[in-house]
């Protein structure tokens, strides 16, 4: 009876040191998830403030041939810290606007399937955009011009000049500028030709440079190469490095 007695009391020494040990695992892991959501609010209250960015690119030149702008047209865009050109360290990578607006009114929307940009709580950030836009975009910029038929999408335009901005609700004024040059031939009918033979006149340009890259951070080329024909289309104006 005696060995009974101790063997039962065993059983609930053995029983209440496992719920302890249950109950304090339990506590450990709700700590653990508070802790967690704690770190993570603070984080967010670090990187990001209720101001949502928006852009006004309407100062300097457009993003197609013609200067203005088309529905469905966008740039990229990089937010770093202010005095950064490292686009791999940016706060925000490669984020999409697209122009949505009627002609004059240079309206654009974020596009991607990203969440809104906002600014970070405190400093100032450095904003480089460029167009058209590439999906896979990251520090470098491929030019190529070997394809003329549409202009505009190979036409790198390039913005940095928006630098220190703080936190505001004014939208940032991008300024783009092209960085390719555009040639542009004009045709002079001699004797014997009429307005329809113009039609059928090619023009290609021999040996130039049609691939090179662009550092979006510093804003600089890099080699020029792979040289062949440019074909001009019948707009007989083209896009070269």
Known sequence: MKNRLI??????YFKQIVNNRCLMFLFFVIAGFFFQGCNRKEDINILESIEQIQFHPVRGLKASVDRSWIVGEGFGVFMLNSGSNNLFNAFEKNRRFTYNGTLGQETFNL??????LYYPNSGNV????????????QQIYPVNVSVQTNPTAIDLLYSNNAKRIPKSSVPVDLTFEHQLSKIRFVLTL?????????????ISIKGMPNEVDFDLGN???????????????????AIII
């Open 7 to 12: 063997g039962i009391c065993a059983i609930d």
């Open 190 to 202: 001699g004797q014997g030709f009429d307005q329809t033979d113009q039609s059928s006149f090619l």
């Open 219 to 237: 804003g600089t080329f890099g080699p020029a190469i792979n040289k062949a024909d440019i074909n001009i289309g019948s707009a007989r104006e």
């Open 126 to 137: 450095d904003f480089i955009a460029y167009s058209p836009y590439h999906s896979t975009v």
């Open 111 to 116: 596009s991607d399937a990203g969440s809104p």
